[in-house]
Nanobody
Framework: EVHLVESGGGLVQAGGSLRLSCAAS????????IGWWREAPGKEREGVSC???????YYADSVKGRFTVSSDVAKNMLYLQMNSLKPEDPAVYYC?????????????WGQGTQVTVST
């Protein structure tokens, strides 16, 4: 069974940075697309970033140029470096694993980590 655990969320001032981490067990990243989604109160869940099975890297327009996704396949770790955080970024951030060459239909979800941005 695949198990994903996120960490690294917290409270940061607008303009600041956070680095989210996701530890995976029960599977390796080699056979999946991996990425991050987020969900804010009153808003639809949003795909933030994805490393596809074919090693393409994708970002939501809202985070391009500010967020960077990376992975360490040997350690089964996924990261999201978030810089220049904005008041619209607060949400619960979820690490996901998806079959296929994109992160649209996530099969496995972590429990989420809360990101809060103060102004």
């Amino acid at each position: 069974e695949v198990h994903l655990v996120e960490s690294g969320g917290g409270l940061v001032q607008a303009g600041g940075s956070l680095r989210l981490s996701c530890a995976a067990s029960g599977s390796t990243f080699d056979d999946y697309s991996i990425g991050w989604w987020r969900e804010a109160p009153g808003k639809e869940r949003e795909g933030v970033s994805c490393i596809s099975l074919s090693d393409g890297t994708y970002y939501a327009d809202s985070v391009k140029g500010r967020f960077t996704v990376s992975s360490d396949v040997a350690k089964n770790m996924l990261y999201l470096q978030m810089n220049s955080l904005k008041p619209e970024d607060p949400a619960v951030y979820y690490c996901i694993i998806a079959y296929g060459d994109d992160c649209i239909d996530a099969t496995y979800w972590g429990q989420g980590t809360q990101v809060t941005v103060s102004t």
